[in-house]
């Protein structure tokens, strides 16, 4: 039971740290784009799991609190993690895999639609390492085509 940590975990090593972020997001269908900061800050957990503390402006100018875990799972071969917020009651499970190059991170999960009215959506949240000192964190929602539409990007740039 005592895991040991595999490549994967060292690719989620590189998430930890102190990070500042600057977010654009469409907060629903046909709406303006809106711009806001915030911070994160990532720890490890056993070497096993990040565990990413972030803070950011909401647009009603309070401040939205999260909390998004990240693991590798050998027997399933797939990375795992989970997120939540102080805005939402949705725990968000992920699901990814990553690619070839080692630098793009994409993690499926479902919640609630966009649309609202109970009904469960399927998502997608893509980071991408662009270098050491920033990544980018950009969620998608199913375009109704077979393809996605990003509506919200995030870069974080690593302080000190």
């Known amino acids: 039971m005592f895991a040991k940590p595999q490549k994967e975990h060292d690719w989620l090593a590189r998430l930890v740290g102190e990070w500042s972020a600057e ?34 402006e909401m647009p009603d100018g309070t401040i939205g609190k999260t909390l998004m875990t990240l693991g590798f799972d050998p027997a399933k071969g797939r990375f795992v993690g989970s997120f ?5 009651t949705h725990q968000w499970l992920y699901d990814g895999v990553l690619d070839e190059a080692g630098a793009v991170l994409t993690l499926d999960t479902e919640g609630p639609g966009m649309a609202g009215y109970g009904a469960i959506s399927p998502y997608r949240d893509v980071v991408t390492m662009v270098d050491p000192d920033h990544r980018i964190l950009s969620s998608y929602v199913p375009d109704g085509e077979g393809g996605w539409t990003e509506f919200m990007t995030a870069h974080y740039r690593r302080v000190g």
Do not use: F, I, N, Y
């Open 23 to 56: 977010m654009d997001c469409a907060m629903g269908p046909d709406q303006p784009r809106q711009k806001s900061r915030g911070k994160e800050s990532v720890r490890s957990l056993g070497g096993l799991w990040t565990l990413g503390h972030g803070e950011g």
């Open 84 to 88: 939540v917020g102080s805005m939402m």
